[in-house]
């Protein structure tokens, strides 16, 4: 059976929606190793965990972004298709939490951020 464009859609939107999840993973798993980073300083580690859950931010809200306009285009596709109803049920990825965005070594100051995909 060949696949319609509708199918290559579907499966392409699944795909993204993959990737949304291990970008969450990825904020999580950086958040912790800034909160255990408290008990062993390390500036050059923090400044490199610092960077990364900034850029991963960024690109995870962008992607949302991406998938949000996508997942209009494979509902358009799926309603053309006479299926009568959209079969792209959205399943968007929430990630939220407190995320340490920078530390003061000599201090042990923290500055926290909350961050919201």
Same mark, same amino acid.
Do not use: W
């Given at each position: 059976?060949?696949?319609?464009?509708?199918? #290559?859609?579907?499966?392409?939107?699944?795909?993204?929606?993959? &990737?949304?999840?291990?970008?969450?993973?990825?904020?999580?798993?950086?958040?912790?190793?800034?909160?255990?980073?408290?008990?062993?300083?390390?500036?050059?580690?923090?400044?490199? &965990?610092?960077?990364?859950?900034?850029? #991963?931010?960024? @690109?995870?809200?962008?992607?949302?972004?991406?998938?949000?306009?996508?997942?209009?285009? &494979?509902? &358009?596709?799926?309603?053309?298709?006479?299926?009568?109803?959209?079969? @792209?049920?959205?399943?968007?990825?929430?990630?939220?939490?407190?995320? #340490?965005?920078?530390?003061?070594?000599?201090?042990?100051?923290?500055?926290?951020?909350?961050?919201?995909?």
């Amino acid at each position: 059976m060949e696949k319609t464009k509708a199918d #290559i859609m579907n499966h392409v939107l699944t795909k993204l929606q993959d &990737v949304q999840n291990s970008q969450k993973a990825l904020i999580e798993k950086a958040a912790s190793i800034q909160i255990e980073l408290f008990d062993l300083p390390d500036a050059d580690l923090e400044g490199a &965990v610092d960077t990364a859950v900034s850029t #991963i931010s960024q @690109c995870a809200q962008d992607l949302n972004e991406a998938i949000e306009r996508y997942e209009m285009k &494979v509902n &358009v596709e799926n309603q053309s298709r006479g299926a009568g109803r959209s079969r @792209c049920r959205r399943r968007r990825v929430k990630a939220s939490g407190l995320a #340490i965005i920078s530390l003061s070594g000599k201090t042990g100051e923290a500055f926290f951020a909350d961050y919201t995909l």
